[in-house]
């Protein structure tokens, strides 16, 4: 199938960034050298409230064993003391927001037992590629994604906040701004909005096609529809085209992929 003009764009992008990454570790800075001998990459989820039940931190671990090679540790910072094999649990207490999701501005702190660079990744995402390239990124960027309505609009220029990487203690901006005035910050509409306003000078945005929005680019809008006061698809459907480089797919707002029987879906995601 002959590519379109979005997806050669994606991936002119793609092969840019990766002959970036590539000088860099070609001449490596001290502290890229610094990173590269870190033990382990950091994978980072974060779970407050119960929105989402321990089993969608299972299915992430089981999705990122299965997807990466590199050694790594995966950490989730939450209010739930309960242990979860092979995960590190960081304990915090629950601030009471409307929103659970502004706890995700926490991990932002730099007192956080953390070090090193580190890959935040939702808890409502599909792994269905190699983490590795995600893992292994050089220098002091921060990237996120550039966010789904890039689909209608060809310049859109925003943040989604599904997966991210960042060097431990770069962006505590983010968070010490945040916490002067939660209220204030929080008249936006999430997380992502508030990371955007503070950091928007700095992130760099993840290749499109290692990560991909489930309804808006592998499937359609026009398949949608609110059943039982909850947006989901139509019908089924169990032959859908995942781009060859495509590592994530990212299930923002609803459906998420607990309620989506799709084949890809639910080999994937568990």
Known sequence: MEETKAERKARKQQRRFEKEQATLRKFPT????????????????????????????????????????????????????????????????NAGYAKGWWHKVH??????????????????????????????????????????????HREWKYLNSSVMSWMHGSQEHIYTQFKKDPSLAMRMHGDQDWTWKCAKDKIKFWPELWIQSYKWEIRDRSELQVINGVRQFKEQKDSVI?????????????????????????????
């Open 242 to 270: 995942i781009p060859q480089d495509c590592s994530i797919i990212v299930f923002h707002g609803d459906p998420n992929p607990a309620i989506v029987k799709d084949k890809f879906v639910v080999d994937n995601w568990k």
């Open 107 to 152: 991990m932002f702190d730099s007192r956080l037992p953390l070090s090193g660079r580190i890959l935040y990744v939702d808890l409502d995402i599909v792994i269905c590629g190699s983490l590795d390239k995600l893992l292994q990124i050089e220098g002091k960027i921060f990237m996120g994604i550039r966010d789904f309505n890039r689909r209608f």
């Open 30 to 93: 001290p502290q890229n050298i610094k990173e590269i001998n870190t033990k382990a990459a950091t994978i980072l989820c974060v779970r407050f409230g119960n929105k989402y039940p321990i089993s969608y931190v299972e299915k992430l671990r089981n999705m990122i064993k299965r997807h990466t090679t590199v050694p790594y540790k995966l950490v989730c910072l939450t209010d739930d003391p309960t242990p979860i094999d092979g995960v590190e649990l960081i304990g915090q207490k």
